[in-house]
């Protein structure tokens, strides 16, 4: 098992900005491609971004391609999504996920480590 804690959501006003921190205890997340996933009330659950296990590279959502970045720091075991111009249609739980797939999985099916979430709640 992979302990995954995310914290940093909110409720922030459109074209606003909110940074999610995803932590692991225990465990050294370097070992793993790490993603963020989202799922607002009645939809199924969304790839947001994703990056490999030693960063550099990295994958988004066309929903949120220049908006969002995911980074990660594996000296300090920490995954994170800055989120900036931030849209109504971004409210959903958002979801840390570790995956021990190489490269940069995309699929929720790929990952196999999943945190409790955190509500993002964007207001118009």
């Known amino acids: 098992q ?8 909110g409720l922030v006003q459109a074209g606003g900005s909110l940074r999610l921190s995803c932590a692991a ?5 370097s070992s793993y ?6 799922q607002a009330p009645g939809k199924e659950r969304e790839f947001v971004a994703a990056i490999r296990r030693t960063g550099g590279f990295t994958a988004y959502a066309d929903s949120v391609k220049g908006r969002f970045t995911i980074s990660r720091d594996n000296a300090k075991n920490t995954v994170h999504l800055q989120m900036n111009s931030l849209k109504p249609e971004d409210t959903a739980v958002y979801y840390c996920a570790a995956s021990i797939r190489v490269g940069l999985p995309t699929g929720r099916y790929e990952y196999n480590y999943w945190g409790q979430g955190t509500q993002v709640t964007v207001s118009s």
Do not use: N
């Not at 992979?2 to 959501?9: I, K, M």
């Not at 205890?25 to 997340?29: D, H, M, P, Q, V």
């Open 25 to 29: 205890s225990g465990r050294t997340l």
């Open 33 to 38: 491609a790490m993603g963020w996933f989202r």
């Open 2 to 9: 992979v302990p995954l804690v995310e914290s940093g959501g």
